[in-house]
Nanobody, 128 residues
């Protein structure tokens, strides 16, 4: 069974930085897409960034130039470096895994419906 465990959330002032991590386990396939999503109270879950096993990436317009998604395959860990944080970035952040997919072949790499496995989330709060 695939397990995804997020960490690294916390409280930070606007303009600050955080790095989220997602430790993945329980899968043996080598082709996949992994993504970061967020959901604020009263809002729909939205895709933030995605990366596939070949290293292709996709970002939401709202985070381009501020967030960077990366992965360490040896550690089976996904990262999200978040810089220049804004209060509107406050949300629960989730990582997700989509087996046997690549960004170039997905209809919507940042669409939550594309993803099969989900972590429990880590809270990010940005104060002004």
């Amino acid at each position: 069974q695939v397990q995804l465990v997020e960490s690294g959330g916390g409280s930070v002032q606007a303009g600050g930085s955080l790095r989220l991590s997602c430790a993945a386990s329980g899968y043996t396939y080598s082709d996949y897409c992994m993504g970061w999503f967020r959901q604020a109270p009263g809002k729909e879950r939205e895709g933030v960034a995605a990366i596939d096993s070949d290293g292709s990436t996709s970002y939401a317009d709202s985070v381009k130039g501020r967030f960077t998604i990366s992965q360490d395959k040896a550690k089976n860990t996904l990262y999200l470096q978040m810089n220049s944080l804004k209060p509107e970035d406050s949300a629960m952040y989730y990582c997700a895994n989509d087996p046997h997919e690549a960004i170039g072949t997905m209809i919507e790499p940042l669409g939550s419906y594309e993803y099969t496995y989900w972590g429990q989330g880590t809270q990010v709060t940005v104060s002004s």
